[in-house]
């Protein structure tokens, strides 16, 4: 079956939804017929609120924004209507005090960023510590990621930064935080039933294999859920996709749309529910701990619930974890929890509810730091246009995907103009 569209978005995650809103407010779009499609059952992407109740959500994927980086994003949280409360965690409760201690090394070794910024975070800190000193540094942070050899301190330092567990150690550290009261994929969804009120239409399960342009048009081909093929031609097309998708489209993938390399890490979060919030004693409400040990980072979200955040190595471990069956993965949270605590296991309940996602792709980011690198690609024969946060300066946010968008759209919405 074909099907034809004015304007294709490939991809309904924030991105690709901020592009459909972005050029329904132009008026070079009025009568476009504009479609979206994702391989998803729905919009959000790595947006993913899950409902508890009425009350209580908890999320998956995206969780939370502060104003001060992102305000684009609230700017939309806001002109939707949305309510946010204040995100808690921005402060690590690190054992024996030590986060004055490890705010001025940090902060002191800044002025060398100059010079030696390039060099990977690890080499960084350990010509001017050692490198057991800075193993313990960079360890007491939370983020596997900091380790990498293709981080640089640059880098290292941009990220501890822009994330509320770590910006005590940087000049953010007033930096304010929210979560979304009702879950970002109400709004997600919000976002959506805009769209479609104005017209554009979106079809699910359907997963973009192929992309080729024949003469003034663009043939895209589909894999619905049914694994066939569906073909769709359209006059224009956005790609809302993260460079991990894109080499799977045969459009060679950087090298014809880019001189910038892409790379992506899995992240995991686990949330455990218990009959009594048993961590209250411990003063732990609303603190984040850092784990020696595969939780990494441990959140106790009012008496309501733990969850844990880990990223790199740690993410792949608890998904390999979980490949033993759910008992075994529980019993290692478990312990391992117990261990972060210096409890015995024995000493705290088991969850009686729990939630976990594994993202193999969860942030994705151009490995060669440019400011420079284009907020958007564009396919140097096609002109296929491609938007993802990751080609921004807030890769791994929302508000890179806002920014991309309007970047995208801006390019084709003057496309249209002409
Ligand atoms: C665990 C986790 C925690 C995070 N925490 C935060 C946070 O606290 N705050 C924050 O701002 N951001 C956070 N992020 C990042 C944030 O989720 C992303 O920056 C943002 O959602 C990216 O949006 P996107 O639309 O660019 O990409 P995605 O959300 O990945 O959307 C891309 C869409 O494209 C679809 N797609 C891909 N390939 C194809 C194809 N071939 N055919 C059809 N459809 C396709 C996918 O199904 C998906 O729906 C987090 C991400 C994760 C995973």
């Known amino acids: 079956m074909m099907h034809y ?25 009025n009568g476009l017929d504009i479609q979206v499609f994702d391989m998803n059952a729905d919009v959000g992407g790595r947006v993913n609120s899950k409902n508890l109740d009425a009350e209580e959500s908890i999320e998956l994927g995206a969780g939370r924004y502060s ?15 949305q ?40 080499s960084f800190i350990s010509s001017y510590l050692g490198e057991i000193e800075a193993r313990k540094i960079i360890k007491s942070m939370g983020y596997d990621a ?10 290292a330092y941009d990220i501890i930064e822009k994330h509320p567990e770590t910006q005590s150690f940087s000049k953010n550290a007033l930096n304010q935080w929210f979560y979304a009261s009702n879950g970002f994929t109400q709004l997600i969804g919000q976002m959506k039933a805009e769209a479609q009120s104005k017209g554009v239409s979106f079809t699910f399960d359907h997963r973009l294999i192929s992309l080729i342009k024949q003469d003034d048009e663009y043939q895209l ?3 619905n859920e049914a694994n066939e093929t569906v073909t769709h031609v359209a006059r224009h097309v956005i790609l809302a996709i993260p460079p991990s998708a894109m080499p799977k489209l045969a459009l060679n993938f950087p090298e014809d749309w880019s001189q910038y390399r892409y790379g992506s890490l899995p992240l995991f979060k686990g949330f455990l529910f218990y009959d009594t919030p048993w961590w209250e004693p411990y003063q732990l409400v609303d603190k984040v701990i850092i784990a020696d040990n595969p ?24 998904h390999d ?11 290692e949270v478990h312990f391992h929890l117990a261990d972060a605590l210096d409890l015995t296991p024995a000493h705290i309940p088991f969850p009686k509810e729990h939630h976990h996602k594994h993202w193999p792709h969860g942030v994705e980011f151009c490995v060669d730091t440019a400011i420079e690198h284009p907020f958007a690609l564009l396919h140097k024969e096609n002109g296929v246009i491609a938007c993802s946060d990751a080609y921004t300066s807030h890769c791994g946010w929302m508000e890179g995907g806002i920014l991309s968008a309007k970047k995208s759209a801006g390019i084709l919405i003057e496309r249209l103009s002409k």
């Not at 995650?13 to 901020?18: K, N, Q, V, Y």
């Not at 402060?91 to 090394?105: F, I, M, P």
């Not at 900091?146 to 880098?155: G, R, T, V, Y």
């Not at 974890?321 to 019993?331: M, P, T, W, Y």
């Open 295 to 318: 939780l990494r980072k441990i959140y106790f979200k009012s008496n309501k619930y733990i969850f844990f955040y880990t990223d790199s190595e740690n993410a792949s471990y608890w």
């Open 67 to 81: 104003p001060q980086l992102h305000p684009n994003f609230q700017r939309v949280m806001q002109s939707y209507d």
């Open 5 to 29: 569209s004015d304007i294709c978005i490939v991809g309904a995650g924030i991105s690709g939804l901020s592009c459909v809103n972005q050029l329904l407010e132009s008026s070079v779009c």
């Open 83 to 122: 309510k946010n409360d204040i995100y808690p965690f921005t402060e690590l409760a690190l054992k024996d005090n030590v986060q004055e201690k490890l705010r001025s090394t940090i902060l002191s070794l800044i002025p060398m960023l100059k010079e030696h910024g390039k060099d990977s975070f690890l």
């Open 321 to 331: 974890c979980l490949k033993n069956g759910e008992d075994e993965f529980l019993k």
């Open 146 to 155: 900091l380790f990498l050899p293709n981080i640089s301190a640059e880098m």
């Open 221 to 223: 081909t589909f894999l």
